[in-house]
């Protein structure tokens, strides 16, 4: 049973800081079920390879210990030593735990740094299920490649084996990767090695925080996980359903209303201002770029799209959103159930995160993503960029986001603070076109980028526009 992580690019050696394992020292470790050992088969400064192998005895396994059936020629002769299971992820906790949890007292800027990562597990199986590793592992934003072999070569009738190796490709945080294997790899085997309480919805919901519950695949993945134990999958996709995240969610909840109440009128006032001068910007980009079909991503309450519904130039208009209860919200703003019939047929809603490959975002000229990406963790932010640009490729895509110079503008807010509760981060001006720049670079686009709302000469502008255009 072997799993290896390779990290490819400058300092690479880092990976051992973040697994907390020595790359000039082998290292074992003693498992109730057999030994795991860590090594490294590759070191140097522009690739490291690091490798987790078990060793399982089918005999202790068949003699009382944790994995034993009752009796028969399958205790002793079985594929238990040798797959990619929930004794994998067992001891994924156990030799990797602290790099799990995200801590690295040596280095810990490189904790939520997505770097280039590469993870092969080995014998996976996935008898009837060719399909699922893309499923499950494509949405986080991995390039997912499998190799099947053949049962024998001087057989090939026999066909190809119940097993995979399955390769990822992503650039995410090591943390990230290993808990997305805990999570996902039990789901392919569906044989726990350990009696399975409900301490175990716990584990799940602690190894799935911030990606689970927006998962595509979510209620398979858990079902799976769980297999023979559906009333602890009930209770974990419930669990799930109600911490309903809010990265690409809009304004508009309890909270938010009462923070607005303590904004004083007259920034109010100029702030409604602005947000009309926003979408106006907006929807005449989208208009300009010659678009007849394009998707409102995070659209929360929807007042883009109602005023893009109007346009007779536009023909089908996408919204979309993470928040079941803001898309409800949206509906009344569109008065949804009185909507006009040839309005009503221009209109697709849908439910879903802009950080997970979504096939219902392609196939739009435009796409429009309105004070949305500083809702995300700066973690995610590489995942967006994947889906929007990569995998939607619109033509044009009309981005705003707030200008963090001009925060010094608002009195009611303290130093070094940010424009609103939700906000991760609020770019510069400089850094919003360096991050322009590098999506232009990595997806063949071209950025203008424009300022909304009144200039001033020190600070900018409140809002920054950037409208991407695909190279032909």
Same mark, same amino acid.
């Given at each position: ?155 090939? #009738?026999? $066909?190809? %084996?119940?097993? +995979? /190796? &399955? ?7 090591? =943390?990230? *990767? !290993? ?108 208009? #300009?770029? $010659?678009? %007849?079909?394009? +998707? /409102? &991503? ?7 799209? =109602?005023? *893009? !519904? ?126 322009? =720049? ?35």
């Amino acid at each position: 049973m072997l799993l290896t992580i390779t990290y490819t690019g400058k300092n690479t050696q880092d990976l051992g800081y973040l697994l907390h394992k020595n790359p000039y020292r082998a290292q074992s470790f003693d498992l109730s079920f057999g030994n795991a050992y860590v090594f490294y088969p590759k070191v140097s400064n522009e690739e490291t390879t690091a490798a987790l192998l078990l060793d399982l005895n089918p005999i202790d396994l068949a003699r009382g210990k944790l994995g034993s059936t009752e009796g028969g020629l399958f205790d002793y002769v079985n594929d238990r030593p040798y797959v990619a299971s929930s004794f994998l992820s067992t001891a994924l906790v156990r030799v990797f735990g602290t790099a799990m949890n995200g801590k690295c007292d040596k280095k810990p800027e490189l904790v939520d740094q997505p770097l280039d990562l590469t993870a092969c597990v080995h014998m996976l199986p996935c008898r009837g299920n060719e399909e699922m590793p893309k499923e499950v592992f494509e949405p986080l934003g991995y390039t997912v490649e499998t190799r099947q072999t053949e049962l024998d070569e001087v057989f090939p #009738e026999w $066909g190809g %084996s119940a097993y +995979i /190796d &399955l390769t990822l490709h992503g650039n995410v945080t090591v =943390a990230a *990767l !290993l808990n997305h294997l805990y999570v996902l790899i039990p789901v392919f085997d569906r044989q726990k090695h350990y009696f399975v309480s409900e301490e175990e919805i716990e584990k799940l919901l602690k190894h799935g925080e911030g990606w689970l519950n927006a998962h595509p695949a979510r209620n398979k993945i858990v079902s799976r996980y769980f297999h023979m134990k559906r009333s602890y999958a009930h209770k974990a996709i419930d669990r799930l359903i109600e911490s309903e995240p809010v990265d690409d969610a809009d304004v508009g909840d309890e909270e938010t209303e009462k923070a607005e109440a303590q904004v004083p009128d007259e920034v109010r006032e100029k702030r409604i201002s602005l947000n009309t001068r926003r979408l106006d910007a907006v929807k005449n980009a989208v208009l #300009e770029s $010659g678009a %007849s079909s394009v +998707i /409102d &991503l995070g659209c929360g309450e929807c007042k883009l799209t =109602a005023m *893009l !519904l109007e346009e007779n130039q536009i023909k089908r208009v996408g919204a979309a959103d993470v928040a079941v209860h803001v898309l409800e919200k949206a509906k009344q703003t569109l008065r949804y159930d009185r909507m006009p019939p040839y309005k009503k047929n221009k209109l697709t809603l849908m439910q879903a995160s802009l950080t997970y490959k979504d096939p219902r975002f392609s196939g739009y000229d435009a796409a429009c993503v309105v004070e949305v990406v500083e809702h995300l963790d700066p973690q995610r932010i590489p995942a967006f960029e994947r889906v929007l640009f990569e995998f939607a490729t619109p033509n044009t895509v009309v981005l705003t986001t707030p200008n963090k110079e001009y925060n010094a503008h608002y009195e009611w807010l303290a130093e070094d603070t940010l424009r609103h509760h939700d906000h991760r981060f609020e770019w510069t001006r400089e850094e919003f076109k360096a991050w322009a =720049a590098q999506i232009c670079e990595r997806f063949g686009y071209i950025v203008e980028i424009s300022e909304i709302g009144d200039v001033d000469e020190a600070c900018g502008a409140p809002t920054q526009m950037g409208v991407f255009r695909k190279c032909v």
